[in-house]
């Protein structure tokens, strides 16, 4: 099972905290609070932490966390050389993965980090005595070790730095990446595949999972309430309000008017050469395949635009209204 950021991975530390009467807990950074709300039973019995002299300045590590540890019985190392996450039942149970003991690295709200945490109930002897070589190479935290690193930090003058914030924003031109196109070809039981999702064979998972990220369909909808916000999402997305406007707008050059409004293959594919963000331009094959998929969307959530091949090599998009 994984634990993600968000959804259940607090939960899953504690649970796993509480099912097992002793835990050793490695922790590149910890912060007390978060400690407090997972080990509600006490069953941390061992603690190794990197606490590097610039974690405890900079506060991504507390060093109030030996008392902590004194008043709990904990038993608290440190190691500088680790940077691994990991809950150990001190047998052959682990739950590890990139989450840091920490309010944005365990959190379900709020501005947490994306992490990712996973369940391995079957360790291996080598596994085993990996995690016990570093407990073997940490040092206790004893009172004048702990003494001697709350007197180098106490002592420390930290400078000032102001950093520009710069937050992760999606931008207009990230809207027209290839990546943006919906990949699920069956558009008519994509709402049987999100109530199914595990009878689809591995490839039509990445698919479904891939749509419901790009068009953010939350767990749970009924049929109506599905297909009513996968129309809105897809309708309102940058990069086919762009395409449809570009079918519903072009002039056949030639004068045929019975092509206005419509876009053949070629023209397709000249127009995502020049409008989307992804380089190179998937090969004519692939980009086939993506086209094909585009349409039926397109067809089914817009009743003004219809998609048929015309003969053995013209695959037309067109905008009803413009027909003649």
């Known amino acids: ?26 922790s590149a950074y910890l912060k007390l609070d978060a400690l407090k709300r997972i080990n509600l039973k006490n069953n941390i019995k061992q603690i190794v932490v990197r606490w590097e002299i610039q974690d405890l300045c900079l506060e991504v590590s507390d060093i109030d966390l030996y008392q902590y540890c004194r008043d709990n019985d904990i038993a608290l190392y440190r ?76 002592s420390t003058d930290m400078p000032t730095l102001e950093y520009e914030n710069i937050p992760t924003q999606k931008a207009v031109v990230d809207s027209f990446l290839i990546s943006e196109l919906p990949m699920y070809d069956d558009i008519r039981n994509l709402f ?6 595990n009878e689809l064979e591995d490839l039509d998972q990445t698919y479904l999972a891939h749509d419901i990220a790009i068009y953010k369909i939350p767990p749970g909808l009924n049929k109506e309430a599905f297909y009513s916000h996968l129309k809105s999402e897809f309708n309102a997305h940058p990069f086919i309000l762009k395409f449809k406007e570009a079918v519903r707008s072009h002039i056949d050059a030639r004068g045929d008017v019975t092509r206005n409004g ?63």
Not at 121 to 132: A, K, R, T, V
Not at 318 to 324: A, E, S
Request: net charge negative; with cysteine; charged share 20%.
């Open 192 to 197: 049987l595949a999100y109530k199914s999702p």
């Open 1 to 26: 099972m994984l634990y993600k950021s968000g959804d259940n991975l607090e939960d899953g530390a504690i649970a796993f905290i509480k099912d097992n009467e002793s835990i050793t807990l490695f």
């Open 79 to 154: 190691n500088t050389r680790i940077h691994l996450k990991a809950f150990w039942d001190n047998g052959s149970s682990v739950l590890f993965g990139s989450a840091n003991v920490s309010n944005r690295g365990l959190g379900e709200k709020g501005s947490f980090n994306y992490e990712l945490n996973g369940l391995n109930e079957h360790m291996s002897f080598s596994d085993i005595c990996y995690l016990n070589e570093i407990i073997s190479k940490s040092q206790y935290v004893s009172q004048e070790l702990y003494n001697q690193l709350k007197h180098k930090v106490d």
């Open 262 to 324: 419509s876009l053949g293959f070629g023209t397709v594919r000249i127009w995502f050469q020049e409008n989307t963000t992804t380089v190179p331009t998937p090969r004519t094959y692939e980009f086939n395949v993506f086209v094909n998929v585009l349409y039926a969307w397109i067809t089914y959530f817009d009743p003004c635009y219809t998609h048929k091949v015309e003969g053995r090599k013209s695959d037309i998009i067109r905008y009803k209204d413009v027909w003649l």
